[in-house]
C-alpha cells in the first residue's frame, strides 16, 4: 500500500492532467455541436481508411487461387488456337494434319546439365515418345518417354541434346544446343564464318527432324562473336521460353507421324 502512494505522489501532476483533460473533453462534446461532428467525421475517416487496407489485403491474399485459374484458361485457348494456327497457316509450309494436346510441367529444368523435366499427361491419352512440346507456342522439347499418366521432356536446356533450327525464317539451317551452363543462354554450334548472324535475329525450327513443324520460334540471337582465324563464329541464343516460369504446355503430333517416321529411316538399299 506504501509503495502504491508513493506510486501517486511521484505521477500525481500527469495523473491530475489525464484527469482534467478527459473532463474537458467530455464538456466540449456533450455542449459543442461541432467539436462532436468533427470527432465523428475523423474517426468515420480512420475507420474507413483501416476497412479498405483490410480488403486490399483480403484481395491480394485471393490473387494467387485467380491468377492459377486464369493460367489454366489460358493454356487451353492457346491449344485451342494453336491448333487453328497449325491449321491455316502451317499447311502452308506443306506439312498439314498438326494436332495439338494441352498439357501441364510437374517438374521444370533445375540448371543441372542432363535433367529431364515432368508433365501430365502421359499414354493415357496419346502421348508418345518423340512428339514435340511447346510453351506458348515457343518451343519447349519432345517427349523421350511416356509412362501411364505422366511423361519425361527433354527440353532445350538439356547438355546432351541438339536442335535443328534456322536462322530467321529463310536462313541456313544450324544446331542448337546447351553448354550446361546459364538458363537464358543457348548457342547455335559449327555456324560457318561466313553466314550472316547478327544480333537480334530470331531463330526458328527447321522442320527436318520432324518433332516440330517449320517457324516454331526457339529464340533471339544475343551475341555474335568472331575469333580472327576461326573457320566457326560463336553465336548467343536467347531462348523465347523463360524455362523457370513455364507451368502449361503443348504436345503436338502430326497425324502421319507413324509413315514419316518409317519413310525417315536410312535405307538398305546399296
Not at 533445375?110 to 491419352?125: E, I, M, N, R, W
Request: glycine share 8%; net charge negative.
Amino acid at each position: 500500500m506504501r509503495n502504491l502512494w508513493l506510486l501517486l505522489q511521484r505521477n500525481a501532476f500527469l495523473l491530475a492532467f489525464i484527469a482534467l483533460m478527459s473532463v474537458s473533453l467530455s464538456v466540449l462534446f456533450r455542449n459543442n455541436g461541432a467539436a462532436r461532428s468533427s470527432w465523428f467525421q475523423r474517426t468515420g475517416a480512420i475507420s474507413s481508411a483501416i476497412e479498405q487496407q483490410r480488403s486490399q489485403w483480403s484481395n491480394y491474399l485471393h490473387l494467387a487461387e485467380q491468377n492459377a485459374t486464369l493460367a489454366g484458361e489460358n493454356a487451353a485457348l492457346r491449344s485451342q488456337l494453336l491448333s487453328m494456327e497449325m491449321d491455316n497457316v502451317w499447311k502452308e509450309d506443306t506439312l498439314r494434319g498438326w494436332t495439338v494436346l494441352s498439357g501441364e510441367l510437374v517438374k521444370g529444368p533445375d540448371g543441372k546439365p542432363h535433367t529431364l523435366s515432368l508433365a501430365t499427361p502421359g499414354q493415357d491419352v496419346g502421348v508418345q515418345p518423340g512428339m514435340g512440346v511447346l510453351s506458348s507456342g515457343a518451343a519447349f522439347g519432345s517427349v523421350e518417354e511416356s509412362g501411364e499418366t505422366h511423361s519425361r521432356i527433354l527440353t532445350l536446356l538439356h547438355a546432351g541434346a541438339t536442335w535443328s533450327c534456322r536462322i530467321g525464317r529463310r536462313g541456313p539451317v544450324a544446331s542448337l544446343g546447351w553448354d550446361g551452363v546459364t538458363l537464358d543462354r543457348l548457342q547455335l554450334k559449327d555456324v560457318p564464318r561466313h553466314v550472316d548472324a547478327r544480333q537480334g535475329d530470331s531463330i526458328f525450327t527447321s522442320g527436318y527432324d520432324l518433332r516440330f513443324p517449320p517457324d516454331v520460334p526457339m529464340g533471339i540471337i544475343a551475341s555474335v562473336e568472331r575469333h580472327s582465324g576461326a573457320d566457326f563464329i560463336d553465336v548467343s541464343v536467347r531462348p523465347v521460353v523463360d524455362f523457370r516460369a513455364v507451368r502449361h504446355v503443348e504436345f503436338i503430333e502430326h497425324r502421319s507421324d507413324s509413315e514419316r517416321v518409317v519413310l525417315a529411316q536410312p535405307s538398305d538399299l546399296p
